[in-house]
């Protein structure tokens, strides 16, 4: 007991006009809410029992409610199915519930209760129909259709869906109708016009055997009230039903309303009420009324009728019977179905492409898709091939925008898993009209992971394809998924297609800005290189472009040690147009090192590493007192100021000492500096130095073992005015020095033997030994100093590590 619908798996929405309208039962919007079909439009008659059981169905007959022709009704909609009568989903009375059934959902036991229950006649709850989508006939000759009013083709065309489902009655079911009226006949949006209303619907036929006749009782009870006058036939207003029985056959009564409704209102137009019968049909009219029930004539031969003869007929007959064709003649169609859209010569409505060929084609490639042994047959995958060209032009042209990715989502994935290449080739060109349509989710797991095994495709021309759609794709991709692209494009600049490398470097510079830091640094210069050695020229130019393009992902530490010495070779590429866009690039990028070096220069250079007063290496720099500076200095004689020089940001100027004063005085004491700590080189240029001028060492005979003044004259006489190398600014010192100097570098060069190296030096300098009793020892000459050289194998090209 009760008004609940919640058993069954569809909603109850909208109210569409008033229960009047349609013979007592209140018609609804409804969707599917269970299953595949979720969210699936339908249409929901609801029958309340209190209303109907207070509603007369005539005023004249107040006794007569609309509540048993309401069960009759109810009874025989369940029943009856042909594709030209109103399809059943599902039936609910909510006072008998465990009898309630949904078509596809209902197991045997149920069937077997259903059809001993009969319906309940209490009058509590609602009794509940789900159909297909449908609107009244009267609102569709008016207009309400998506197409709009029908043509004449699409009217004679819903005329035949009348006379085949009432031929199926008379023929199979032995049933007539006995109320053929506007109110009883329904259309839905693919344009079929389908049988509705079976609330008289009765036997007839004479009693052999004991078998009843007809009509039966019911019909004789609600004929007059249910029926409307002017479609009542002759012999059913004079209640001969004998005639009816025994004469006029089951087709007689529907047969004389069907007249009616043809000429009265089939034809008429509803702004000049005119009737526009057909020539051809008029005089089917005059049998089809005639009060003599022997000459009304069978309805299935009136379809032979020029009338009904038209392109719209013929197409709406191969879709209907597309099912039972062989494969070869659905290719066919399906080829035909996509030029007749493409040329757009009005033989196909919106309504019928919307409604009836693309549930057609879903439900197909569904099927198809889903079976292995099919999809290995190759005329299966044709006909999957066909039907691909109506499919996108319909959800293109025809389809409203926020339900192209609900019909697409699902079927895209399939498609791609078909092994046909030109199935492929047509979902590639049609990746941009899935990424207007579909949500990015959909375009990351329909689309991209399918679409990438075109990759490795060994077709050159479906490669090319595939790239060009991911290009498409890009935007909508998620960070995972830009990852695995970044990878396949690397891939393909081994591809054995020139053209094909080309694009995928250009690609790379595309996606370069959405990678992650990770994949810039190891990705982008290496597969930049790769292209700039391709033997291609095209390949090389664009190498040479993208790099540029994705100059700001690079450091300037990497611009200058790593972009510009891979762009170097190019400037003696044999092609003209590469060296000059390589002549280019190297003045841009230096450039751009230059103003780097500049902005180094104004933040000033950084302490020198071993220097006094720096730290260790991570550690801080520690003060030191002008005091123990200064005792230091007093200490260690001139080397000691040299050292303090070192540690300083800037440098002071350097005392000149002459080494004869120092030496001829009688009281000079021998010297006792303390051995300085080790100094190790912290720079080194890869340049090779460049051979100094020959000069006097100031070392005389190699076999001299005595000390003289004279080479007291050039002993000790370096006065280092540029120690340390770097950018270091050196002021010129005021303090004039007449010793000769020693090395002959000249120019500033003589303080530092080793400023032709660009290192910087800490010198280790030992004290004298003493000389007994005014005799200077000489000590054991040095073996010369080794000439720094650099191997060149020695120097990394700085890109092993990629």
């Not at 039907?387 to 926020?402: A, K, S, T």
């Not at 040299?642 to 010297?671: K, L």
């Not at 010793?739 to 030992?766: E, N, Y």
Request: glycine content about 6%; charged content about 20%; proline content about 9%.
């Amino acid at each position: 007991m009760g008004n609940s619908s919640s058993s069954l798996p569809f909603s109850v929405d909208q109210q569409v006009g008033a229960p009047h309208d349609h013979n007592g039962w209140a018609l609804h919007k409804g969707k599917s809410t269970e299953g595949s079909d979720s969210g699936k439009e339908v249409s929901v008659f609801v029958g309340k029992k209190p209303i109907l059981s207070k509603t007369p169905v005539d005023r004249r007959q107040a006794h007569k409610t609309q509540l048993e022709p309401a069960l009759h009704h109810y009874e025989y909609c369940r029943k009856l199915r042909h594709p030209h009568i109103l399809k059943v989903y599902a039936t609910l009375d909510t006072d008998n519930p465990s009898a309630a059934s949904v078509s596809g959902g209902t197991t045997p036991q149920k069937q077997s209760q259903q059809s001993q229950a009969a319906p309940s006649k209490t009058v509590t709850g609602d009794l509940i129909v789900v159909t297909e989508p449908c609107i009244p006939l009267s609102e569709w000759l008016l207009g309400a259709a998506a197409s709009g009013p029908p043509t004449p083709e699409q009217l004679a065309w819903g005329l035949e869906c009348v006379i085949e489902g009432l031929s199926f009655l008379h023929a199979s079911a032995k049933l007539a109708h006995g109320c053929i009226s506007p109110q009883s006949l329904y259309v839905t949006p693919s344009g079929d016009v389908k049988l509705w209303n079976f609330s008289l619907v009765t036997p007839v036929g004479p009693n052999i055997n004991g078998s009843a006749g007809g009509p039966d009782g019911h019909f004789l009870q609600w004929e007059a009230v249910c029926c409307p006058e002017s479609y009542r036939s002759p012999e059913r207003v004079e209640q001969k039903w004998d005639a009816v029985s025994n004469t006029g056959g089951v087709h007689a009564m529907d047969s004389y309303s069907l007249g009616v409704l043809i000429s009265d209102y089939w034809y008429r137009n509803a702004s000049t009420n005119a009737n526009n019968v057909p020539q051809t049909l008029q005089k089917a009219l005059q049998r089809l009324t005639t009060s003599n029930i022997k000459m009304r004539p069978r309805l299935q031969p009136l379809l032979r009728c020029p009338a009904f003869d038209t392109p719209y007929r013929n197409l709406q007959r191969s879709l209907d019977e597309i099912s039972i064709q062989p494969v070869e003649q659905k290719i066919q169609l399906w080829q035909n179905l996509g030029l007749q859209l493409q040329q757009q010569n009005g033989v196909i409505p919106k309504d019928v492409a919307l409604y009836k060929i693309l549930p057609l084609i879903i439900t197909t490639v569904r099927a198809t898709c889903g079976n292995e042994s099919m999809l290995s047959q190759d005329m299966y995958r044709r006909e999957v091939l066909a039907m691909l060209v109506p499919l996108f032009f319909i959800e293109e042209h025809f389809q409203e925008p926020d339900k192209v990715g609900d019909d697409l989502s699902p079927l895209v994935a399939k498609l791609f898993l078909v092994p046909d290449r030109g199935v492929r080739s047509v979902l590639l060109n049609q990746v941009g009209f899935f990424t207007k349509n579909l949500n990015k989710n959909a375009l990351n797991s329909s689309v991209f992971e399918p679409l990438c095994s075109g990759f490795n495709d060994s077709s050159p021309v479906l490669r090319e394809l595939t790239l060009k759609a991911t290009h498409a794709l890009l935007p909508s991709l998620h960070p995972p998924n830009l990852e695995k692209l970044s990878r396949y494009l690397v891939r393909l600049q081994s591809d054995a297609e020139s053209s094909l490398r080309t694009n995928a470097v250009i690609f790379i510079a595309k996606i370069a800005p959405h990678l992650s830091e990770v994949s810039k640094q190891k990705m982008l210069l290496p597969a930049y290189v790769r292209s700039m050695k391709d033997p291609f020229s095209p390949c090389r130019l664009s190498a040479l472009k993208s790099t540029m393009m994705s100059k700001s992902l690079f450091t300037k530490q990497d611009l200058a040690t790593k972009v510009m010495p891979s762009v170097m070779p190019l400037l003696l590429d044999p092609m003209m147009d590469i060296r000059q866009e390589a002549f280019r690039a190297v003045r841009d990028l230096l450039e751009d090192v230059q103003q780097e070096s500049n902005r180094m220069t104004e933040r000033g250079d950084p302490p020198m590493i071993g220097a006094p007063g720096t730290a260790p290496s991570g550690g801080v720099p520690q003060p030191r007192s002008s005091t123990a500076s200064t005792n230091s200095s007093s200490k260690s004689g001139y080397l000691g100021g040299i050292s303090s020089w070192m540690g300083s940001s800037t440098a002071p100027t350097p005392a000149v000492v002459n080494p004869i004063a120092s030496t001829s005085a009688p009281t000079a004491r021998p010297i006792t500096a303390p051995q300085p700590p080790a100094q190790q080189f912290a720079a080194a240029s890869l340049n090779t130095p460049s051979p100094s001028p020959a000069a006097d060492e100031g070392w005389g005979d190699e076999g001299d073992d005595n000390w003289s003044d004279d080479d007291d004259d050039n002993d000790n006489a370096l006065a280092f005015s540029n120690i340390g190398g770097g950018n270091q600014t050196i002021k010129p010192s005021t303090t004039t020095n007449n010793a000769p100097s020693m090395g002959g570098f000249g120019g500033g060069m003589d303080d530092d033997p080793f400023a032709s190296l660009g290192m910087k030096t800490a010198a280790v300098v030992k004290p004298r030994v003493a000389a007994s009793k005014g005799k200077l020892a000489l000590p054991k000459k040095k073996p010369p100093a080794k000439k720094l050289t650099i191997d060149k194998s020695d120097v990394g090209d700085g890109w092993d590590d990629f």
